[in-house]
C-alpha cells in the first residue's frame, strides 16, 4: 500500500533560513540598536561651537573627540588636533566633561540581540527537527524531550468495551480468564482464603486469533482502566529508555489499581537473554526492569498483567517463573464451531441475507484466524455493495474466501488453449485422487480461473469436521493428492510444467514430518529428528541429529514421495475416461462445484 505523504522539506531549509535572519539582523538592526547616530564635523565647528558655548558633553579621546550639543540632542565627533590651551577653553566654555558619550546600547538590549534571541531561534529548529525525527520513528513522543515516559494508552473504564460475549468460540480461553474477571470484582473473596492471583498471564497462540480482544474483554466485563503497550514500543534508541518507560508504566498501574495491564508481542523485550558480547543491552535492560517491576509488587494489589505472544518458546525462562507469567491461556486458531460462531459475531455488524449457512462457510474456510474470518465478512459486504445489492449472500461468502485465501481473480490474464488445458488436467488430478482415495476429504470446489496470487487454478478440499488425529495412511493419501495434479499432467502430456512448485513444497513438509516428527518410518522408529522451533508462525524445524543420519532422512523422505506419486499415476491412469471427462466439464465450466464433480464421477 502506497501512503501519500505531504513532501517535508529538508532540514537544511530551516537552517538556511534561521543564518540568514540572523545575518540580516546582525547587518541592519543591530547597528542602529547599539549606536546611536554620530555625525563627523571639521575641527573648525568644534572650535566656533566651544567658543560660543554650544557644546554639553565633551569627551577627549587619543584619536578623536566625541561631543554633544547644548541641548544633548546631537553627536558629533572630530579629529584630535595639537590644541594645546583645548582643555581650558572647553571648561571655560562650560562644557561638561564625560567618560561616556556614545552610551553602548541599552545591555539589556544587546544581551537579547546577542544571545537571547539566537539561542530562541535555535531551540526552535531544534524542536521542529526533533519533532520531525519523532514523526519519523512512529509518532512517538519520548525521543529527546520527555524522556521515556510510557506511552501506554489507558481505556477508560465504560460500559460499551468489548465484553466476552464479543469474542466468539475460545471457550477455554474465557473461562480461564473469567477468573480474573471475578477477582477484580470481589478481590476479598480470594484474600479472605489466602489465595492469590497470578500476577501475570500469557496469551499463547498464533497471530490474529483474538488475544487482544480477549484481554480488552477481561477489563471491558469488570470494569477496570486498561493500560496497552506493545513490547516494540519498550525497545527504543537509547540505552536506558525502555527501562524507564517499563518504571512509568508501572508506577501508572499502581495508581490505577485496579487495573489491566496488556502487553502486546512480548517476546520483543522477553526474548531469552544470550549473555554474549554484544547482545542487545537494551532490551536486556528492559527485560531486567520488567522482571524487577513484577517481583515489585506485593501479591492483590488489583494490578494484572496479561501478555501475548505467538512465539512463547523464545521467552526468557525468568520471566514464566512463578511470581511473574506463571498462568499461560492457549489461545488457538478456532475449530469448526468456533469459525461460524466468529462468522455470526462479524456478520451481526452488516446487513446479510437470513439464510446463510455459516456452518458450510466455515467448513470452506478451515485454517482460518478470526482475523481472517473478519476479513472474509468484510469483503464479502464490500462485493454485496460492488454489485449493487443491498445485503449480502451466501455467494458473496464464498467468493469472499476465495479471494482471502488466493487472491481476486485475475480478469485479464490470458491462458493459452494448451496451458488452460494443463491447468484442468492438473486440478481435475488432485480432485479426482482425493475422492478415489477413501481416506481423503472430499472436495468442496475446483476451479481454473487464476487469481491474483498467483495461482492458476485450485481445488478446495473440506474438511467434514475436527481432524485431531491422524492416521499414517491419511498422510500418505495426502501426499498422493498433493502429487496427482503432476501425474496428471504426465499421464496426458507426457511431460511436466512448472505447475507443481507448491504439491512439491506441501508433499515434502509432510514427508519429512512423518519421519523425522511422528516417528512413522521403520528405520528411526520413536526417536525424533528434528524439533518446531516456531509452531505458531508457520514452524520452522530444526534437525538434531547427525549428518549421516540427516542423510538418511532425505532419502527416506524421497522414498515416500515417491510411492506416494506412482500411487497417485496409477490410480489415474486406472480412471482415464473419468479424468477425461472431468477436465473436459471443467475446462468448459471453469469453475465446478462438488456436488457436480461427484456426479460426473459416479455417473456410469
Ligand atoms: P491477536 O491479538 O491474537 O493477534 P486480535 O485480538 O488483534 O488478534 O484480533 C484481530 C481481529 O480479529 C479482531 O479485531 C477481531 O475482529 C478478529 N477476531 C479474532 N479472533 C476473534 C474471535 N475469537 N471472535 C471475534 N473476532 C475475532
Ligand atoms: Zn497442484
Known sequence: MNEVKSPKKPLIYYYAIALIILMLLNIFVMPQLMKPHVSEVDYGTFISMTESSDIGYVQVQDNQI?????????????GVMDDPGLTERLYNSGAKFSQEIVQEASPIAALFFSWILPTLIFIGIGQLIS?????????????????GKSKAKIYVRSTSGIKFSDVAGEDEAKENLSEIVDYLHNPEKYSSIGASMPKGILLVGPPGTGKTMLAKAVAGESNVPF????????????????????RDLFSQAKEKAPCIVFIDEIDAIGKKRDGQPGGNDEREQTLNQLLTEMDGFEENTGVIILAATNRPESLDPALLRPGRF???????????????????VHARKIKTDPNIDYSTIAR???????????????????????????????AD????????????????????????RIVAYH???????AALQTHSAPVQKITIIPRTSGALGYTMQIDEGNHYLMSKEELENKIATYTAGRAAEEVVFGSVTTGASNDIEQA???????????????????????????????????????????????AAVVDIVKTQHQKARKLLEANREKLDALTLYLYEKETITGDEFMQILNKE
Open 326 to 344: 506463571d498462568r499461560r491461556v492457549p489461545v488457538e486458531l478456532p475449530d469448526l464451531k468456533g469459525r461460524a460462531e466468529i462468522l455470526k
Open 227 to 246: 493500560f496497552s503497550i506493545s513490547g516494540s514500543e519498550f525497545v527504543e534508541m537509547f540505552v536506558g529508555m525502555g527501562a524507564s518507560k517499563v
Open 364 to 394: 470452506m474456510a478451515s485454517g482460518a484466524s478470526g482475523a481472517e474470518l473478519a476479513n472474509i465478512v468484510n469483503e464479502a459486504a464490500l462485493r454485496a455493495v460492488r454489485s449493487g445489492r443491498n445485503s449480502v449472500t451466501q
Open 508 to 554: 515434502t513438509k509432510l514427508a519429512r514430518a512423518m519421519i523425522a516428527r511422528y516417528g512413522m518410518s521403520e528405520d528411526f522408529d520413536m526417536v525424533a529428528m528434528e524439533s518446531v522451533t516456531n509452531q505458531y508462525l508457520g514452524g520452522d524445524n530444526s534437525l538434531a541429529c547427525s549428518p549421516e543420519t540427516q542423510a538418511k532422512i532425505d
Open 66 to 78: 566625541i561631543f554633544t550639543d547644548k541641548n544633548e540632542e546631537n553627536i558629533y565627533k572630530t
Open 427 to 433: 486440478e481435475t488430478g488432485h480432485a479426482l485422487a
Open 131 to 147: 519533532r520531525r525525527i519523532t514523526n519519523k520513528m512512529g509518532g512517538s513522543n519520548s525521543m529527546m524531550f520527555g524522556m
Open 397 to 420: 461468502m464464498e467468493e469472499s474466501i476465495e479471494v482471502v485465501i488466493a487472491g481476486y481473480q485475475k480478469k485479464n490474464a490470458i491462458l493459452s488453449d494448451r496451458e488452460k
